[in-house]
């Protein structure tokens, strides 16, 4: 039996690529690099015919997880839900632990980006909030505490 040898990443298909990925770069993450995809590859994974799509991906330093921005050039994207909430389906939010969570927050307020709610703390171990990130993208920051 197949078995999962690593979470590898997660892709997000945006509209604003350098805008998206001006955001996960200020939060911390490093561009890995970036390609334009076409051809038998993508059309076959995405099953949509003469597809081609632009890709940045980035990495936390020193980890082996990813994320995947990818904006189309062809077809057309298609628009999503960009005020979505905790409760609709699908993915929810991209999480990061954080060690400075009200200079973060501080900083993306100033950068034009929203808290969803408000800074929550959980039984005195943790401290999280929600940002909606471009293009409606939620992201937890999380500060552990003690």
Known sequence: MSRILRFDHVGITVQNLEKATEFFVGLGLEVEGSTFVEGDFINTVTALPNARSEIVMLRIPGGDTAIELSSFVRPAHLNGSPQNMANELGIRSLSFEIDDLQGQVERLKSQG??????????????????IRGPEGILVALAQRLG
């Not at 980006?113 to 171990?125: D, Q």
Request: overall charge negative; proline content about 0%.
């Open 113 to 130: 980006y929203a808290l969803v709610g408000g800074v929550g703390e959980y039984e005195g171990s943790w401290k999280m909030a929600y």
